[in-house]
């Protein structure tokens, strides 16, 4: 055969096998002449954190029972309030990746508030490795969606035998 011949044969085999799977689909009548837009607007919102005004650390007799009480308020106009809006937690050695939540009644308890303060009190049973140590105190506020703020902190420290007992607000 030709080489002439032979490149006609190819085309032409080419066409046929083309053809075979042209077959196999089918036609719709299918089309789409309206286009759909669709828009929103998201809003996002941030659960504010607590605000510490001040902490006292009482070591109690030679440091052996000590108490911190925590001064705090809901930033104005939030509408929270204790306890269905606040979390504690307490870290050993004021570390987070020591971090244990504490529930009201189990060695914490609040009061208030008076003139939009509240008083909470973390008892020794909470801080019970705090003798001659430090703790972090953590506040939390809780939505009532379930989201939460970042925590607001505040660290306590005393000696040995309770010598020199501090306790500050975390700076923010």
Known sequence: MR???RVVAIVLGAAVIAGWG???VDETEASWAEKEVAQ?????TTVPKPVIQSCVLSPGTLGTS???TVKWNFPAGTGYAAPANIAYAVAEGGLLPSLTVVLLGQGVTTTGPV???YTTTFAASVLGG???GSYGLYLQTVDATGWT???A???????LLGANPTCAPNPT
């Open 40 to 44: 929103t607007t998201l809003t996002a």
């Open 153 to 159: 902190g505040a660290t306590a420290a005393m000696g």
């Open 3 to 5: 080489r002439g011949n």
């Open 130 to 132: 705090l003798l001659g």
């Open 66 to 68: 000590p108490t911190i």
């Open 22 to 24: 042209v077959g196999g």
């Open 115 to 117: 003139a939009g303060t």
């Open 149 to 151: 703020s970042g925590r």
